[in-house]
């Protein structure tokens, strides 16, 4: 072989060297940044579970609650304190929970959904609210920790004996409540004037403006035995209502927390002690 041959033979082998020294590092990389990738889908696969898991609360330490504050005997305003039901209750859960528990400003009934849905102001809304589908879709809500129906209450001097008997009459409730759907959808040619307030509408019942108030049975026989004694209920009506705390959807470790909480009060009997304080004719709504 001549000089010249044996050159270009030397140099093509060393590029066939070169050549699949490359290829198997090329290899080797791509399946380094699979691993890589995979590792790094893991990790925030795990950062994604680990952020679901933990409780979200709007300050740290605190469990704020929003409520429109005016539904003796569940929460109603002594000065510019907060009292009943539904507060002792909420302030044992948050001292189970290790939290200190603040109460917004008062707020209208029908804003308390979104409010809490926003996931930036309030961690529940706590004010009798009606667990329904139409909410569900908006909000989860913690278990139920009262059970309830509708009343139509009206004037003593008035001669309905039943709410069908107010087809056709101006009536009204709270905004946003159930009570409110109720009339609507049940009672025919109705006018419904909607409140800001049950208080509101109780006022305008008494001045004559409306012919009946359609509110929560157990607020009805509160506010008749003790502030309304010139009123009565024309109806109990039996629609089997539960009330439950509204959380943000996307906070289900507070759900479960308050459920816990819940629980450990129903069964260490603390629960029945706030219940019959406030309702003792009535049997606890859970057990």
Known sequence: MSVSKKFVAIISALVLVVSLTLVGCKGGNQEENQNNNNQSSTQSDNTQ????????????????????????????????????????????????????????????????IASVAGGSKMDLAVSSITITDERAQTVDFCTSYFDSN??????????????????????????GTTGEAWANEHLQGITMKPFNQTSEGLVALQAGEIEALFF?????????????????????IPTGEQYGFAVNK??????????????????????????????PNLEPSIH
């Open 49 to 112: 579970q680990s952020t679901s898991n933990e409780m979200k609360l709007i300050k740290e330490g605190t469990l704020t609650v929003g409520s429109d504050c005016d539904y003796p005997p569940f929460i109603w305003l002594e000065g510019s304190t907060p009292v009943g039901f539904e507060y002792e209750l909420m302030g044992a859960i948050a001292a189970d929970m290790g939290l200190k528990l603040e109460y917004l400003p008062p707020q209208n009934f029908d804003t308390l």
């Open 150 to 175: 509708q009343a139509c209450v009206i004037r003593s001097s008035s001669p309905y004996t039943s709410a069908k008997d107010l087809e056709g009459e101006v009536v009204g409730a709270q905004a």
């Open 216 to 236: 929560d049975a157990p607020i009805a026989e509160y506010q008749l035995a003790n502030n309304y004694p010139d009123m009565k209920m024309a109806e109990v």
């Open 250 to 279: 996307g906070n289900t470790k507070l759900k479960s927390e308050v459920n816990a909480s819940l629980k450990k009060l129903v069964d260490n009997g603390t629960y029945e002690q706030i219940f019959k304080k406030y309702f």
